[in-house]
């Protein structure tokens, strides 16, 4: 049996939500202000409750915020026992994959979901790293056969009139219903706001009980997905999201993805007063140091030309830092444009915007709240040589080429081994001459392209190579 064969619907949990947003001929909010840089949005902060980071902790690796999972017999025959207990858990999580967590459900049976670093969680270098986004992900296939194989496993074992089968149904249901529309093309592309869209699709927007029948049809064939970015960017964020749509209180936001298996809005208070004090604690994660040797010639000279050509949008580093929260048009930055024009066409995501601010999560105060915006944030730069691949579609694997722009491949391939490329910072791959497997990256296809954000082609070779020294310090 495939080892990912539970855990495909939960694998999303909590990337950092939703990343919609809409074309540039809608009205702005009035909350947003012109920028003084053109062609550029400051995003201002909303108001935020405050919580425990200490106890937000325990919730993310211990807590059950998902309610829903499989035997925990069945997950070890699959996975075997864990013995390097990266997390530091206790009892039966310390023998559990740092990406599951074991809870005993409301009625007794004992079971193991996937937990939030599904997504946000990642070994770099042999070591396992809270907050990083996780390139190895696979949405590639449907697993639909594969659950109901699961579904033939606990009906056998325990029946389905079992405590294990009522802790178990609402996920198999869930994952059934969402798993044909969330492929991806590549392993590490992550289609987060397909799924939330599907699900609210399935659930009433007041109670958040569960319908079998879509209450809105407008599911498009294709798929918007992101990379997943790093959690410890959000300290300095006013908006969360790549596009810079969620606001609001971010508790709601982040809890959403417990439609996958909430039972109703009842439930949902419980997840919500958690949420707050994990919230407290994802802010307080630092980013990871670079840990292979520096050249401080180099990041001096780097430093003078990343304040002169890119602090005005990312900010500026070390001591009195600042960050500007700056949403930059589709026109100046020039990505690839589909996840910020998802809504245009009255996709799932169009659909699950005015789900969203109509439902429970924007009436239930504090609200959260999505806005349509149109482009992508200029995102805080803080461990950015662990956060490879680069672009808000992990379209470019290393910083060189984010930084010269006619050296990006159209099809690239993840070496097996995931070495790290300490000279262009990013991963090491091989350059394919088509789409070979479900690796490789091909930027042909619409929403994978690797276009724009030109703004080093200007740079001279040796100041190109000073500035990616200096930003291996940040």
């Known amino acids: 049996m495939h080892k990912r064969f539970l855990f495909v619907g939960v694998s999303i949990l909590f990337l950092g939500v939703f990343l919609y947003s809409c074309e540039s001929d809608l009205t702005m909010p009035e909350a947003l202000e012109t920028a003084s840089i053109a062609g550029t949005t400051f995003m ?9 980071p200490e106890k937000g902790k325990d919730i993310l690796l211990n807590g059950n915020y998902i309610g829903s999972g ?3 017999e069945i997950y070890k025959a699959v996975y075997g026992d864990h013995t390097e207990n990266a997390l530091n858990r206790s009892g ?8 599951f967590t074991a809870f005993t459900h409301q009625n007794g049976a004992h079971v193991v979901s996937a937990n939030c670093l599904q997504c946000h969680g990642s070994y770099l270098n042999g070591e396992y790293i809270i907050g990083l986004g996780n390139i190895n992900i696979d949405f590639t296939v449907s697993q639909n056969a594969t659950v109901k194989v699961v579904d033939v496993i606990i009906e056998n074992k325990h029946g389905k009139d079992s405590a294990e089968w009522e802790a178990y149904e609402p996920f198999s249901k869930a994952s059934t219903a969402i798993s044909n529309w969330i492929l991806t093309k590549t392993v590490g592309a992550n289609p987060a706001d397909r799924i939330f869209g599907v699900l609210a699709a399935y659930r009433d927007k007041n ?3 569960w319908n079998d029948q879509l209450s809105f049809n407008e599911i498009s064939d294709y798929t918007e997905f992101t990379d997943v970015p790093p959690w410890w960017v959000l300290k300095k964020k006013h908006a969360p999201l790549y596009t810079g749509t969620g606001g609001g209180d971010w508790a709601k936001l982040f809890m959403a993805a417990s439609t996958l298996t909430l039972k109703n809005s009842e439930e949902a208070n419980a997840i919500d007063e958690d949420f707050v004090h994990v919230m407290a604690y994802l802010k307080t994660i630092e980013a990871p140091k670079y840990p292979y040797q ?3 010639e180099l990041v001096q000279m780097g430093q003078h030309i990343f304040k002169a050509n890119c602090a005005g949008c990312h900010g500026t580093y070390g001591e009195n830092e600042s960050y500007p929260n700056l949403l930059v048009d589709l026109s100046v930055v020039d990505t690839d444009p589909e996840q910020s024009k998802a809504v245009t066409n009255e996709s799932t995501q169009g659909r699950f915007i005015e789900w969203f601010n ?3 999560f924007a009436n239930d105060e504090p609200a959260g709240e999505l806005l349509k915006t149109s482009g992508y944030i200029a995102q805080p730069l803080d461990g950015i040589w662990a956060s490879a691949p680069y672009l808000h579609n992990g379209s470019v694997p290393t910083l060189y080429e984010l930084l010269k722009s006619s050296e990006r ?5 993840r070496t097996a081994e995931h070495v790290y490329d300490e000279v262009n910072v990013g991963w090491t791959y091989n350059e394919e001459t088509g789409y070979t497997d479900r690796f490789t990256y091909d930027t042909t296809q619409k929403g994978y392209g690797n276009g724009g954000h030109t703004f080093g082609d200007g740079l001279n070779e040796a100041d190109r190579i000073a500035l990616i020294e200096y930003l291996k310090t940040l």
């Open 70 to 72: 499989i035997p925990i």
């Open 207 to 209: 109670t958040l009980e």
């Open 294 to 296: 520096i050249n401080e």
């Open 44 to 52: 201002p902060a909303s108001p935020q409750r405050e919580g425990d």
């Open 92 to 99: 039966e999580n310390a023998n559990i994959a740092p990406d």
């Open 358 to 360: 109509s439902s429970w």
């Open 409 to 413: 491949q159209t099809y690239w391939r």
